[in-house]
DNA sequence: AATGAATGAGGTTTCATTCAT
DNA sequence: TATGAATGAAACCTCATTCAT
């Protein structure tokens, strides 16, 4: 009887576990020994998990997103627009580290990834659709495009926070944003 | 002396020559023999004008700092804010490739630098600065904070183009931009 | 004891269904993992009917070596040399795939192992003396020598046949190697 | 400029200088570690004159192949048929090592290589030929399929010399085989 | 007996850098 | 200055073997 009783779950726990390698140093950065130390486990142990240092970053890629999902869905219902926009930076504000390194990882992954392959890899053509999707749910915004463009500009911001010691912090840009957003939805959306 | 002068020049076409290659994969991912080939010299050549890899790659963050400083000049002088951010968005239109290449190679700078690095840097202090400084030129606004803060999310629309097939194009996101700055302005900054 | 005779003859079953793995391969080649998946077992059972991949090997190899010695005591007895050379040359067309990937067996063995080795461990000086004893026995040549240089030979045309795609098939090989032994015979053994 | 004057010159150098290794332990059990040390210069040097471990074999098998071809052709011309199978069999044991040592490496390179990449190899098909071509020629026969089976034969006795310590030395059973070479040839060849 | 996750030494290969020419 | 062969540490990955269950 294997000792893991539940292999998936334990996966999962290792994909949390290197997050922040990842977001620290980047993919081409980081080397298997520091993964597998990050683990907490051999670097055997993690070839038997993930076929290789490709896959498991895949895996992450495609964790984090579902991390997300979960996030966001605890937002999403009711209030204005005004409302919503205003919950939307809270929430950001709350898991701060948590949106900046995962803009990161998104940012390295698009970078060292080929077009082609990410076009045509179903799973993550279906993460790119979760996202629109849960920002146009969430704005419930008349125009599709601007919902994408929110979170566009919202990863400005987190990339913005990357290692540096800002004088402006998160908290406050996230708070210029929104006001900067409702000012335009005010003009344009109504 | 005219030596040293020509000396210097041809160092700087040398960076301008592998601009693509860290734009396009990344500082960690990029070897110093596809560098020495993108160069069209021999690795040893190489090392006589650069140091190491590291330095290559620092001299290039540098010199794209002074591409965009005449970039910025060139934008600088007169108009309502309105017409001031107009003028911006179409500069960054009409060199995307530019801006783009050059918004990935500072995002991957910074993850791969660590703070205590740049901060005892006064080159990067200062190239840090002279952004402030242009944004702020350009926007002539009252609030320092507010210029950068629009550098910051023009970086989100820049690093959302990596190699990605967008059916939202660049231009129609900085126009989209554009208008949420001056509905911004409009409100708050009269 | 009827427990032991079972597992004894279970240990055997298993060393035959590796067989193609070592013979398709080589031993250097074949991982445990893949053995272990053709023996249909996990590799901790293999484990603990074979100290290890070395001895699985060793016992590989005696476990053929007896399998010949049914098959030349089946072919054995009787008749003129002319006959009895015939009837070898049946008997290994026969049973090619066999012999072929005996022989590469075999071969792979001896190149593997240190001379030293084989010479001290009894077990194989001992199958040696047997295929010695087998030709010998078959042939009835008053040259000892002859008769393993006869199995020499054959060794050759087994070897030949390794992943081969042949014009000229084994069968119609060890045909005229039959003619070319009779041939021999005639002019210097009567 | 470059250090090593004829590079090629010097690949070919480097592939003699590792003939022994491969042909003692057999391509998987070499190591680049073991082959980069016999040939006195790094892993990397090794790296600089061969794509990888496969293709420095079959590079050597190659070259191997055209050691042959010079002492084939050095035994090649004229006398009756008799006397050139005479000929074959004084420069087998003239070279005795050189023989055995190939003979392992090819059967070790067949083994090893899906049948398909050696078909739709153009330079292994050549070599196959090139032997056949050989045979052919030195011993002049009506019949290519006899040519081709006398080096079958002589394979197996020099696969008999791997690592044994043999009563019945290479010498004598080259005598033997060129005497029963000659029996056949008398009773069917004329 | 049996399982297969876990280990870690060691395999092949890469790559920043050096140096003889 | 310029070349590119050479270095060797370290990268990614494999695999014989062990061991908790």
């Given at each position: 009887m294997p000792k893991i009783v539940d292999s998936e779950e334990y996966r999962k726990e290792l994909l949390h576990r290197c997050f922040n390698l990842f977001a620290e140093s980047g993919y081409a950065s980081v080397t298997t020994r520091q993964i597998s130390k990050a683990l907490g486990i051999s670097t055997g142990a993690m070839y038997h998990y993930f076929a290789s240092k490709q896959v498991l970053f895949e895996q992450l890629v495609?964790?984090?997103?579902w991390q997300d999902v979960y996030l966001f869905k605890s937002i999403a219902e009711g209030g204005t627009l005004t409302e919503?926009?205003?919950?939307?930076?809270?929430?950001?504000?709350?898991?701060?580290?948590?949106?900046?390194?995962?803009a990161v990882i998104w940012t390295d992954f698009y970078q060292h990834t080929a077009v082609t392959e990410i076009n045509s890899n179903p799973i993550f053509q279906q993460i790119d659709r979760r996202y629109q999707q849960m920002m146009e749910e969430l704005l419930n915004l008349s125009d599709p495009k601007l919902a994408r463009f929110v979170w566009t500009l919202i990863n400005g911001i987190l990339i913005e926070q990357i290692e540096r010691e800002n004088s402006f912090s998160f908290a406050q840009q996230i708070h210029l944003f929104t006001k900067m957003l409702i000012a335009y939805c005010e003009k344009y959306c109504i």
């Open positions: 495609e964790e984090i997103s919503r926009i205003e919950r939307l930076g809270c929430m950001l504000v709350q898991h701060e580290e948590h949106f900046v390194k995962q």
